[in-house]
């Protein structure tokens, strides 16, 4: 059964820093490309969430244009662990960030976990 958790969300002032982490279990990490997805507010009830970045198994990573400079993205297959270090927050980064695959495998278009909600005041 696959299962993810994603931790590390908060509340953060602009310019601040956090990190964070999706937690995979059964399924074969080190093989699956992953990426970071975000969620804005607002767009809850659209389900809408945009790629923010992605890492490939052999770690080659790729950025949304807002992302790039500020965001790495990084995994460690041993831990079956993805992460996103977010640095030099903006008031519009924040969101509820989901990881799953990506590009996004058909079979996990519902394969969400909770999601970890990030906030930036100004």
């Known amino acids: 059964q696959v299962q993810l958790v994603e931790s590390g969300g908060g509340l953060v002032q602009a310019g601040g820093s956090l990190r964070l982490s999706c937690t995979w279990s059964g399924i074969i990490f080190s093989a699956i490309d992953m990426g970071w997805y975000r969620q804005a507010p607002g767009k809850e009830r659209d389900l809408e969430r945009e790629?923010?970045?992605?890492?490939?198994?052999?770690?080659?990573?790729d950025y949304a244009d807002f992302a790039k400079g500020r965001f790495t993205i990084s995994r460690d297959n041993a831990m079956n662990t993805v992460y996103l270090q977010m640095n030099g927050l903006k008031p519009e980064d924040a969101g509820v960030y989901y990881c799953?695959?990506?590009?996004?495998?058909?079979?996990?278009?519902?394969?969400w976990g909770q999601g970890t909600r990030v906030t930036v005041s100004s």
């Open positions: 790629l923010v970045a992605g890492i490939t198994s052999r770690d080659d990573a």
């Open positions: 799953n695959s990506a590009p996004l495998l058909p079979a996990w278009r519902n394969t």
